[in-house]
C-alpha cells in the first residue's frame, strides 16, 4: 500500500510541475496579448496589421493552451538507458529548454503506444497515469521485460482502455490519446504521401484514428500542412458535431470539417434522394453527361442571321460561328473563360466584314472601335449569346433535371426510364448527389474570365506585397517571440483587405482550393463521382479513407475498396485494417457479425475487447411469443413496448451527466415512437427529469429516436433496436441493421414481433 501511495504522490509531484509550467506558458501569452491590444489602433497601417498578426497567434497559442487542461500527461516511459520520459498532450520544455513532458505526437512519444514485451522499443516499463481533474487518482503500469510467454496480443494500458470504453457517453466524441493501441498507431502515424485506406468493423476506432491521424500529419508537416490545410470529410452535419471536440482537445483547429453536401461554396444541399436516382447521379458518367451539356450551349445557329448596325449590314455566318467556337475550344479552357476568345473572334470577323464593305485595311484603333460598336449592339449580343451561352453551374444542372429534351441530348448512356427518374420541377431544393454533379458543371464551366482575371492580378500584386512585407518582420526578429510561423502564413494575417481569414477560412471559401490531405470517414458511401469531387481537392493524392464496406447503405456506395476507388486512384493505395472492437460488447457484436455474414455482407474480422453481462436481451411480442402473451399479439412492435423498454434503459444508464439511450426504429415509426416517448417521459422519470431531457438540442439529446441510417459513426450506452426484420427491409438493408445492432457500448435490446433475422439465433 505505501509502495501505491509513494508512487502515487511521486507522479502528483511531477504532474504539479507541469501544470505549474502550463499556467506560466498561459501566463505569458496572455501578458503578450494584453501588450499587444493595449497598444491600441494606432500607428501606421504596417504597425496595425502588425499588432493584428501577432494579436491573433497569442489568442491561438492560448487556445493551444487551454485545450489541454484535461489529461495533459498520461504516461510515463521508463527506457532500458536508465531514463525516464513523460507522455502528454503536447511538449513543455522548462526555461533551459529541458523537456518536461514530450508530445504524444513526437517520435519519442511512439514507444508508448507501440512498445511490446516482444518488442519493447528499448521501454522497460510503461506507466498509464490516470487523473481527474489535476489530481493523479491512479498509475497503471505494464512491465515490459523479455520473459518468453507473454501474450503480445495483450492490449496495452488495459485498465484505462477499460475504463474509457465504459465510460457513459456524451453526445460528443472524446480523444483516444492516453490509449490509443498499437495497430492504430502505426496507422496514425503512417507516411503523409498516397491514399491510405483503413477498413475496419464497427467501433474498431477508424474515426477515432482518422482524428488522431489528421492531428499527427499537422504536428510531424506543419509547414506543409498549415499552409495548404486539411480537409474532413464526414457523412452529415449531426456526425461533424459528434466528433467536433476531438481535434480541438488535441490543440487543433485548423482543419475544414464538411460533408459532401456543403463542400461546394454558395451551394446549400439539404434534400436527398432516394436510394435509385442517387445511384444513377452518383455515376462516372456524369462528367461526359456534363461536357456534352456544356456543349450543346457552344451552338452553330440553324441560319446566318442578319444585323444592321451603325447604317450598315452584316452577316453572322454559320460558318464564321462555326469556326470562332472552334478556335475558342482549342484554348481548353472552360466553358465561361473560353467564351472572351470565342466574342473576340466573332467579333473580329464581322469587323473583317466592315473592312470590306469599306474597301481597304483599318487601323488599329478604328478596328478596335468597330468592335466596339458590334459588341453594343443587341442583336449581335443575342446572336452571340446563343451561339456561346454564359451559364453557371446551377442553371446548366438545374435545366439537364427539368427539361427532359435537354437530358436526352446530353445522356445517351442513360436509359429513357433512368432519365424519367431525375426529372423534378426547375427550382427544387439541390440533394447532396446533386453537388458531385454540380462541382464537374463548376469544373467544365470555369468562371466569367475578364473580370476573375482583373481580380487574380490585383490579388497577385497584393499578395506579393504582402507576403515580402511579412518576410522583413521575420527577419527583423520582431517575430522570435511566435509560434512557429512563414511568411506566407504570416502574410495572409497582414492582408489588408476584409477579415483576416485562417486556411481553413479561405479553404473552405475557395472552390478551387487544393488541400496537402484528405481525410474521408465513413468513406464507403461516397459515390463514384463524389470521389472525382474530392480528388479535384488533393492532386497530391495524399489521403486517409476510413470506412467499412459491410455498412454501405448507400446504393452509390462501395462494396469493395478495390473495385470502387480503381477509377479514381488506380492502384495508387494502400490498405491497413482494425480489427478489435472498443465499442460493442463481445455477445452484440458476435450476434452483429452472424447477421452479417448470414445477408452475406463483405464483414472484416472483428473480435472485441471485452464483453458485458447481460448485454443482449431479446424481447419478443409476436404471436405465441413465449412469455409475451400478457403485452400483446399481432405482427407489429406495439409502441407501448417500445416505450416501457427504453424508459427502463434510460433510468438504468442515463445521468446529469453522461448516459445516452437510443430507440433506433424502421424510418416510417420514428415520428409515432418519438411522440410516445415523449409523452411518457414525466410518467416513467419524473417531470424534472423530463422536463430536462425534453429541452436538450436533438444532437445532444440523452434520450432519442432514430432511423438506422442516423446513427451511422455514433454511439450509445444502451439501444433498443424495433423490429430487426423490418430495418433489414429498408432502403440500407442488411448494412444498416448491422449499423443499428453495433452501436451500443452497454446493451442492446431487441424487441420483435416478426422472426428475427437468419444468424441472430446461434
Ligand atoms: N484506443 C482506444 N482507446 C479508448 N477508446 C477507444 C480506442 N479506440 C476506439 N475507442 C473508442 O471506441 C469507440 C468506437 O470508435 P470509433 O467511433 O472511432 O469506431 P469506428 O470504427 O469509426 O466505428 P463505426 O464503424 O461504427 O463508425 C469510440 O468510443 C472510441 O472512442
Redesign the pocket.
Known sequence: MTGIRDELAHEQTVVDVLYARLDELRGAARDRLRRVRRAGAVGTHQNRSERDAFATHYEDRMAQLDAVEDRLAFGRLDLQEGTTRYVGRIGLTDDEHRSLLTDWRAPAAEAFYRATALHPHGVERRRHLVTKGRSVTAVEDEVLDLSADVDTDSLSGEGA?LA??AAG?TGR??D?V????AE?DRIIRSELTGALVVQ???????????LHRAAYLLYAHRRLLERSGVLLVGPSSSFLRYIDQVLPSLGETGVVSTTIADLLPGVRARAHDEGAVAEIKGRLVWREIVRRAVRARERVPATDVRVRVEGHDFVIRRRDIRDAIAHARRAHKPHNAARATFVRDALGRLADQYRDLVGGPLSPEDRASVMEDLRGNRDVRVAINLAWFPITPEKLVEDLFAKPHRLEEAAPELTAADRALLFREPGSPWTESDVPILDEAADLLGEDDSLAQAEARARATERAAEVEYARSVLSSGAAATMIQVDAETLASRFAPTGPRLTTAERAAADRAWTYGHVVV??AQELSPLAWRMLVRRVPTRSLTI???VA?TSSPAGARSWAAHLRPILRDGWRLAE?TV???TPATVADTAQRVAVAAGLPVSDLRAARDVTGSLTVVGTGRGERGTSSRSVGSTVPDDVVVTEALSLAKEFVGAEAGRVAVVAPAGRVTGLADALTAALPGGLGADEAARLTAQRPEDAQVTVLEPRET????FDAVVLVEPAEVAEGSGGTSDLY?AM??P?QRLVVVHARDLPEGFEQ
Not at 492516453?178 to 493501441?181: E, F, G, H, L, S
Not at 475496419?200 to 482518422?210: C, L, S
Open positions: 482502455l474509457a470504453m457517453r466524441m472524446s483516444i492516453a490509449t490509443i493501441q492504430q475496419g468493423g464497427p467501433g474498431t476506432g477508424k474515426t477515432a484514428v482518422a470517414d465513413e476510413v470506412g467499412d455498412q482494425l472492437s472498443y465499442r451511422k459513426g455514433l454511439e449499423v453495433t452501436r457500448t
